[in-house]
């Protein structure tokens, strides 16, 4: 089966510009997570979603948005995009919301100029 | 806030040692812990978990201890490989609540 993928792998984008990365997760899982890895340091939870629905939000600006499609797939949006927002960016999906293992994928990698 | 941190950033074992990666964590109420590896340009491969109501679990060649008295946390790797070189992250959570908070690694390299 195939694991979490996630496009594009890696993404180049300037400042003010906004950035739209894709997610998919494992085939049967609900649940999907998103998270920030800048270089050096460890992932940081951005968003949690369970059947389309917001379930838990971490500590970022409201530049950064997200959603999740019937088919479980998701997307993770981010406006006005500042050369801190370089980073890998990651996703994680579960078979349904709090049971506890989550599996990521590759990420993408943004950069921002 | 509360926070998971990591004794040591790296650590270096001969190949065929055993390595021991710590982990102290600050949340007494989280109830779920669990052991990722990150290679260069992937992403964290889960290894091994452990709950609230256990103090040690075995996988094969890992085994994780957790001590909730002094709040810390252990990853045991036996036999270590070249391809056990990494970043080796622990992550809490309260079970039921899917935000895992990351501490920021411990990079492990096999000495051949």
């Known amino acids: 089966d195939a694991g979490v993928t996630q496009s594009p792998t890696h993404l180049i984008k300037t400042r003010g510009q906004h950035v739209t990365l894709r997610c998919s997760p494992i085939?049967?899982?609900?649940?999907v997570s998103w998270y920030q890895q800048v270089l050096g340091q460890g992932p940081q939870f951005i968003f949690q979603?369970?059947?389309?629905?917001?379930?838990g939000r971490g500590n970022f600006p409201d530049r950064f948005s997200a959603r999740q499609f019937p088919n479980y797939s998701s997307e993770l949006n981010v406006n006005a995009l500042l050369l801190g927002d370089s980073a890998l960016y990651l996703c994680?999906?579960?078979?349904?919301?709090?049971?506890?293992?989550?599996?990521f994928g590759p990420g993408t990698r943004l950069t921002v100029t | 806030g509360e926070s998971v941190g990591l004794h040591l950033p790296t650590l270096s074992v001969q190949e065929g040692d055993n390595s021991i990666i710590n982990c102290a964590y600050s949340?007494?109420?989280?109830?779920?812990f669990i052991w990722y590896k990150q290679e260069s340009g992937k992403g964290p491969q889960f290894i091994i978990d452990i709950r609230s109501n256990m103090d040690k679990r075995q996988g094969q060649r890992v085994t994780v201890l957790l001590n909730k008295t002094v709040k810390h946390l252990s990853l045991q790797i036996a036999a270590t490989q070249p391809g056990d070189s990494a970043v080796y992250f622990c992550a809490e959570e309260y079970f039921g609540n899917e935000k895992l908070t990351f501490g920021t690694g411990t990079r492990l390299t096999i000495i051949p």
């Open positions: 994680a999906s579960s078979l349904v919301a709090g049971s506890g293992e989550q599996y």
């Open positions: 085939s049967g899982h609900k649940s």
């Open positions: 949340n007494s109420a989280s109830d779920y």
């Open positions: 979603y369970y059947e389309k629905e917001e379930r």
